[in-house]
């Protein structure tokens, strides 16, 4: 079974690209959510997609974008890059209906230059 | 703003200790939840406590939880090497839609000398 898998591991961008990041959930899992920590930090709730629609979201820009295709998998998109947004992003999958238990992939380290 | 603060923010111990981490939060949660994560790596669910509940155990953890003085506290018992890590607490918020949003703190490091 696999768990929650993430693409690309890592990667390095400069300032003002665009990002995509890929999120694969659980097998059974229906809904995604993104998080990004900064080093030393806690994660930080970016935006959770469940049924293809963003549900939630965080306090980010709307530079921070993201979709959810009909198999569940997902992606986080970051336009006009910033210093500050070099972070490990995390995904997590959770069934809907749970009480909130969440199963994070390894992340995406991207670094800013 | 973080919900979660976690004390102490790091912790050093002998192999066999005992190790205690507190959480504070500030608002009603549905839930708390505490989360492992190795040297940047991904973070793994370790135990969940309902708000009508005040303890829990499972395997070597115990946590307790204090909705009056919003605080809980993870008591890893008989540590070992591999528990070296950093632990988070993480809530869910009361009332919430959704249960997909957890509110992190800023971690405790835990550092198990062999």
């Known amino acids: 079974d696999a768990g929650v898998t993430q693409s690309p591991t890592h990667l390095i961008k400069t300032r003002g690209q665009q990002v995509t990041l890929r999120c694969s959930p659980k097998?059974?899992?229906?809904?995604v959510s993104w998080y990004q920590q900064a080093l030393g930090q806690g994660p930080q709730f970016i935006f959770q997609y469940y049924e293809e629609e963003e549900r939630q979201r965080g306090n980010f820009p709307d530079r921070f974008s993201g979709h959810q295709f009909p198999n569940y998998s997902s992606e986080l998109n970051v336009n006009a890059l910033l210093l500050g947004d070099s972070a490990l992003y995390l995904c997590?999958?959770?069934?809907?209906?749970?009480?909130?238990?969440?199963?994070f992939g390894e992340g995406s380290r991207l670094t800013v230059l | 703003s973080q919900q979660g603060e976690e004390d102490p923010q790091a912790l050093s111990i002998q192999e066999g200790e005992n190790a205690t981490m507190n959480c504070s939060y500030k608002t009603s949660i549905n839930n708390l939840q505490w989360y492992r994560q190795n040297s940047g790596r991904g973070l793994v669910h370790l135990i969940l406590?309902?708000?009508?509940?005040r303890e829990k155990h499972s395997g070597r953890l115990r946590v307790t939880l204090d909705t009056s003085k919003k605080s809980s506290s993870l008591l890893i018992t008989a540590s070992r090497a591999a528990d070296t890590a950093s632990y988070f607490c993480a809530t869910v918020n009361a009332g919430g839609t959704s249960y997909g949003k957890l509110t992190f703190g800023q971690g405790t490091i835990l550092t198990v000398h062999p």
């Open positions: 997590a999958s959770s069934l809907d209906r749970s009480t909130g238990e969440l199963f």
């Open positions: 406590i309902r708000s009508n509940e």
């Open positions: 097998s059974g899992h229906d809904t």
